[in-house]
């Protein structure tokens, strides 16, 4: 389950934010990654426990909800 707009992405536990960070830096993918989710509901409001290193660069952290992160994504 993802939510996503023009420059990013939200995601469930499913996400490899590792795999992104290391063998697919060179693609400065903005995204994070909540666990625990089941709704898009629950992953807007959940916090993040990971994020990419793209993400952290415009200002998006861990414990930051879902839904603010995609603000910071616009």
Request: contains cysteine; negative net charge; charged residues 25%.
């Amino acid at each position: 389950m993802a939510v996503f707009n023009d420059n990013g992405y939200i995601m469930c536990g499913a996400l490899d934010v590792a795999l992104l960070n290391d063998k697919l830096a060179d693609r400065k993918i903005i995204a994070g990654r909540a666990v625990g989710v089941r709704t898009i509901e629950q992953l807007l409001d959940a916090p993040l426990e990971s994020i990419t290193h793209e993400a952290y660069a415009i200002g998006i952290e861990t414990g930051m909800k879902g839904r603010d992160a995609l603000l910071k994504m616009v």
